[in-house]
């Protein structure tokens, strides 16, 4: 009996070792399995490894992975983004080792762990490309060539408009030795873009030639700013460089000095400054052009025109002279100045009609009232009989009589109106409760004496209205 106790402890320590034998065996065998192949519940971003081959992952990561071109942006106002093809400077990336190696850190012993956890591994891209090629593939860029072609400048230039000013080029230049590595630095980390900010640029300092120039603009632009303002109405004119740079003497080099050191004024270009000024305000006894309701450009001749502005030439270049030539031009007094006129208008400015104004179509038969801008009336007319050589004068005149309830007299007829706007002599707006109608072509063969006529209420509006010098704008096309 003892005998077959023993038998029967042998035989289950025997059938124990071989399981645990099996067990071993099963475990080295697919340790030695999985040294070849990814453990179980391995991933690549998207791509499934367990028990795949590098080259089986690899093949199947080549499909999802595109090499771009290498993109930069400039952060520079007129510089779009720029590119560099990956295959202009021979880039490779070695998948394979790649896969490899991120297969070799994983323990093929530590297969059973694996099945209860999911592992997601991360390739670290073995990289290699022409240092030469991308250095030579930066260079070529617009905004690298720029920066290697445009040296650092300081100087005082003059532009037509601007007058003079300080062309200076030492600010935000592009290190450009650091954008190309950190293009390579970005590129062996398999990062194909690069933005630049604020530490890609540095302000270059300024050489001796140019501290000097900096000390010569510092005078210049104290003479060039004055206290000087022509007050046209609309329109304030500064007395400042983008005026000034154009009254001193120059020549080729810029700004003339005299024996003493100082800036000298050009009394020539002072006097044509003061031709221009005359040339660009004066609308008086000139023809001028109007820009019509119906959205037409006519043009207004002068013969009979009594409203306009004419500035005193010789006044103005007499007191601008003197001016600019005193030291309280530059005291830090404001100096504002009003022009004197030979003939002044209702309005002061460029559009010396201003935004108050009748307009009197005369093709059309048509008026258009104007206030502050608003068109507050729009009617039909009856102008001047031409047949019968009663014409409306044509020209821009302004209102300088306003009267109710008055008679109109002519060698053939006597008038009652109830409102009478005149403007240029005899000729007025007025009510003309004799007619029925206005409008198209009555004027043609029952026109008025060359007043305007038009119908009552429309001549309270006018009356009530205007003014004594709001400007009357009579036009045909």
Known sequence: ????????????????????????AFYLITAFYFSKRFLPNTWIGDVYCTGRSVDQVAAD?????????????????????SYISSQDIGYVYDLERSVYNVKDSQNPFLWPK??????????????SFDEGALQAAVEGLDRVRDERINAPVYEVRLDAEEGYYVYDTHFRRLD?????????????????????????????????????EMEYWNELSEFLFTDLVYDMGAEKIAFDK????????????????????????????????????????????????FMSSSGRMVTIPAFYSTYGTELDHDAELSYLLKELHSDEVRDGEPDVHIPVYTHTATVRGLNDIGDTFIEVDLTDQYMYFYKDGELILETDIVSGDIPKGWTTPIGVFSVYSMATDQWLYGRDYIDFVSYWIAYFRGYGLHD???????????????????????????????YENAEIGTPVIVYDY
């Open 242 to 289: 983008s005026v000034m740079s154009f009254l001193i003497a120059s020549d080729h080099n810029g700004p003339v000095r005299d024996e003493n050191g100082d800036f000298i004024l050009d009394d020539d270009a002072i006097t044509r400054w003061i031709d221009n000024l005359c040339s660009k305000y004066d609308t008086y006894g000139l023809d001028r052009q």
């Open 432 to 462: 003309s409760d004799w007619r029925d109608e206005w409008g198209g072509e009555i004027y043609t063969y029952d026109g008025s004496h060359g007043c305007i006529n038009m119908d009552k209420e429309p001549a309270r509006i006018v």
């Open 176 to 212: 450009v030795d650091k954008v190309i590595a950190s293009v390579r630095d970005n590129l062996n980390n398999g990062i194909f873009s690069l933005a630049l900010d604020g530490s890609y640029f540095y302000d270059a300092p300024y050489s001796a030639e140019e501290q000097a």
């Open 114 to 127: 694996a099945l209860f956890s999911k592992q997601i591994l991360h390739l670290t891209p073995i990289i």
């Open 1 to 24: 009996m003892p005998e077959e106790k023993k038998l029967s402890k042998r035989a289950i320590i025997i059938i124990i070792s071989c399981i645990i034998a099996l067990l071993a």
């Open 61 to 81: 990561l080549k499909d999802k992975i595109e090499i771009p071109d290498i993109r930069i942006s400039w952060m520079t106002e007129g510089y779009s983004d």
